[in-house]
């Protein structure tokens, strides 16, 4: 019996990441709440916490770091939020998040990089 889909690990995005990356290589700094204002419509299915684990597998990795102190909010009981800078700017291909190996694929660079280790 073949199975259908995927069998080899995942080299390329499209999507969300893909063009959250767009945005963060024009940006260099940004906010979650920016790459959501910019990028969601409405249609994705939770973009935040797509976004949001994306992030945080780019900073495990040292392609984005997050700045030192935290942006004020708008309301007033708001503690903030995280402003991120791109460190790594291999390319226009976004890096990909290999949730089961625990690394992220540069296809830029045809490089994997462990989670835990940092390679600014």
């Known amino acids: 019996m073949s199975r ?3 069998i080899s690990p995942r080299t390329v995005t499209f999507g ?3 063009r959250a990356w ?3 290589r024009r940006r260099i700094s940004f906010s979650l709440a920016e790459l959501l204002a ?3 419509d ?3 299915r939770d973009a935040e916490g797509n976004l949001r684990k994306y992030l945080r597998a780019l900073v495990a990795v040292g392609i984005v770091r997050v700045e030192a102190e935290l ?3 708008t309301a007033l009981t708001s503690p903030g939020f995280y ?3 791109l460190i ?3 390319g226009r291909k976004a890096p990909v998040w290999r949730a089961k190996s625990n690394s992220v694929y540069d296809p830029n660079s045809d490089t994997t990089y462990p989670m835990g280790e940092r390679h600014e």
């Open 4 to 6: 259908k889909g995927q």
């Open 16 to 18: 969300l990441r893909q």
């Open 22 to 24: 767009w945005v963060m």
């Open 38 to 40: 910019t990028l969601a």
């Open 42 to 44: 409405g249609t994705e």
């Open 71 to 73: 942006e004020r909010g």
């Open 83 to 85: 402003r991120y800078q």
């Open 88 to 90: 790594v700017n291999s």
